[in-house]
């Protein structure tokens, strides 16, 4: 299981996503689920992936692919893409064929293959924009009244979100928002784990101002999370 979610904000894009791939309580692994393409000053994508990992470790293998080949097009390279709308066409074509591909295969075993992806971004001349892409290859897009996604396990980590996250949140604010919603999921699910991998991307920035590797023995996460616990008590014995 996964936990990844992405804000799109009046200053900024803040992505996070968990590391933790589970194919059964005896095999629990670590992998990357944030992926960055970046050529600083003209465009910078971050991809956020949940679901079965053949489904997402081919089709990022297939869009380095498109990106690297000599005969690359603006319909088939993502560092190529006229705009951030083209690049979640690309991306999502890609995804529902991939998918496809994989649970042809896997219907012979009775078992689901599908998988998600956050595409985030900005190309030199356009705007910040945020999208969630589905198996199927089709997609929504973050707007300014629901300026947040989610992919993977999300129902635990949402209700901070609701609460506090609009898009005017500063993004001081939003990364704190984002690791307390992380963190209400990693005490509620076993199955989303450390590390965490959070980026940050400033508006115009066209480049990720920050990136950041959690690991599970970070003390300013872990004193966040115990300051996030202490308030929710006082809160809950205050009222009456």
Not at 7 to 29: C, F, Q
Not at 73 to 88: C, F, K, P, Y
Not at 192 to 207: C, F, H
Request: net charge negative; charged share 25%.
């Amino acid at each position: 299981m996964t936990y990844c979610v992405g804000m799109l904000l009046k200053e900024g894009l803040v992505l996070l996503s968990d590391t933790r791939t589970n194919a059964g309580l005896d095999n629990i692994s670590v992998y990357r689920k944030m992926f960055t393409f970046e050529e600083p000053g003209e465009r910078v994508i971050v991809m956020l992936t949940a679901g079965n990992l053949s489904v997402t470790q081919t089709t990022l293998a297939r869009l380095n692919e498109a990106i690297e080949d000599p005969e690359a097009t603006t319909d088939t390279s993502i560092m190529q893409a006229e705009s951030m709308l083209d690049v979640a066409t690309i991306t999502g074509e890609m995804l529902s064929r991939v998918t496809a591909e994989t649970q042809a295969r896997m219907d012979r075993m009775n078992q689901a293959a599908t998988a998600s992806m956050i595409v985030a971004g900005q190309r030199k001349g356009g705007r910040m924009r945020l999208f969630l892409i589905y198996p199927e290859g089709n997609f929504i897009e973050a707007t300014e009244d629901t300026p947040y996604l989610q992919i993977g396990e999300h129902k635990y980590g949402k209700p901070i979100l609701d609460r506090v996250i609009t898009a005017n949140t500063p993004l001081d604010e939003a990364r704190k928002a984002v690791l307390l919603s992380m963190d209400s999921t990693l005490r509620s699910n076993l199955s989303v784990g450390m590390p965490l991998d959070m980026a940050i991307i400033e508006t115009d920035a066209l480049r990720v101002s920050e990136y950041r590797r959690i690991e599970a023995n970070d003390e300013e996460f872990a004193a966040m999370s115990a300051a996030w616990s202490q308030a929710l008590r006082d809160a809950f014995a205050q009222i009456a």
